[in-house]
């Protein structure tokens, strides 16, 4: 008979947080040995007890405490069926910014009222101050929004990361008076490629607007 493992003994916010860095730094060019992680966190975890004599390695201690987050690593890896490498909603907001105020507003069916800036010149954009894209008050006020959306847990797991993106930037544009004079199917389709379902985005902007009317009360 298989043993049933203890998820409890894993789940503390100390162990989780520990096993999410490493396995997050094994994700890129540089990963981390256990070791970089478990002893300044042990000390700053106990850091208000002097007492408390500094986590050394190796010993026995150290062992089982890197055991503990290996077996959460384990957890965590299948849970996100081994998938170290989840889009956000921030990597599709660059092109979709760049593609509504670009390319949409050059072409005969676009919004109008304003210039490529990024396709001009470096000495055009200094002398009139322009600014990168990502830099402006509509992508700062975006990525705010996709950081709630991000913390919403039905948001966050029901939805896709680029329909996410694609709403918060609507929802943005609306609230700035910017919405142009393009369908909300047609501007959909434009600027993702026809890769983000319509009802998909609906839900989200409804869930979005109710996150804002809980928020205003």
């Not at 593609?99 to 009222?113: D, F, I, K, P, Q």
């Not at 490529?116 to 101050?129: A, M, S, V």
């Amino acid at each position: 008979m298989e043993a049933k493992l203890d998820l409890d003994a894993y789940a503390t916010s100390q162990t989780i947080s520990l096993a999410s860095l490493s396995l997050a730094s094994k994700g890129t060019e540089a990963p981390r040995r256990l070791r970089e992680f478990l002893l300044p966190a042990y000390r700053i975890l106990h850091a208000s007890s002097p007492s408390v004599q500094p986590l050394t390695f190796p010993s026995i201690l150290y062992d089982s405490l890197r055991a503990t987050i290996v077996q959460a690593e384990l957890i965590l890896l299948r849970i996100l069926k081994f998938e170290l490498r989840i889009p956000l909603p921030y990597e599709f907001l660059p092109r979709y910014l760049e593609r509504t105020v670009g390319e949409l507003n050059l072409s005969n069916n676009g919004w109008g009222g304003t210039e490529d800036y990024d396709g001009l010149g470096k000495e055009f954009q200094e002398e009139y101050k322009a600014v990168d894209l990502m830099d402006t008050g509509v992508s700062r006020a975006c990525r705010m929004k996709i950081l709630k959306a991000c913390a919403n847990a039905r948001l966050s797991n029901l939805f896709p990361a680029r329909a996410i993106a694609a709403a918060c930037l609507y929802q943005t544009l609306n609230e700035g008076g910017m919405q142009g004079t393009m369908d909300v199917r047609g501007w959909l389709r434009e600027v993702t490629n026809d890769r983000v379902d319509l009802d998909d985005f609906d839900e989200i902007l409804n869930e979005l607007k109710r996150v804002n009317d809980v928020e205003g009360r």
